[in-house]
Nanobody, 126 residues
Framework: QVQLVESGGGLVQAGGSLRLSCAAS????????MGWFRQAPGKEREFVAG????????YYANSVKGRFTISRDNAKNTVTLQMNSLKPEDTGVYYC???????????????????WGQGTQVTVSS
């Protein structure tokens, strides 16, 4: 069974940067679409970024476009979210997720993802 473990969260001032990593177990990582989601207190979980199998296609929420970059290294079973120019509204618990369907399409809906990590807290102070 695939397991995902996130790391790299923390407290940062507005305008700063953080790099989140997600380590996956399993030999077929390279066949999964991967996504990053976040959830702020009292709000629904929302899509942040997604990446296709080989990393050739990436997708971003409008709120993070131009500031965040998703990438993956299939040889190391990792997916990374580089977050720059952070804003207080980026605060939340960040989750990585795997879509095991092998449809190859990045979805912005949490229900499309089968496996979730435990989450890592990101707090951006103003």
């Amino acid at each position: 069974q695939v397991q995902l473990v996130e790391s790299g969260g923390g407290l940062v001032q507005a305008g700063g940067s953080l790099r989140l990593s997600c380590a996956a177990s399993g030999r077929t990582f390279g066949t999964y679409v991967m996504g990053w989601f976040r959830q702020a207190p009292g709000k629904e979980r929302e899509f942040v970024a997604g990446i296709t199998w080989g990393g050739g296609n990436t997708y971003y929420a409008n709120s993070v476009k131009g500031r965040f970059t998703i990438s993956r290294d299939n040889a190391k079973n990792t997916v990374t979210l580089q977050m720059n120019s952070l804003k207080p509204e980026d605060t939340g618990v960040y989750y990585c997720a795997a879509d095991l369907s092998q449809m190859g399409v990045v979805s912005g809906f949490p229900s499309s993802y089968d496996i979730w990590g435990q989450g890592t807290q990101v707090t951006v102070s103003s």
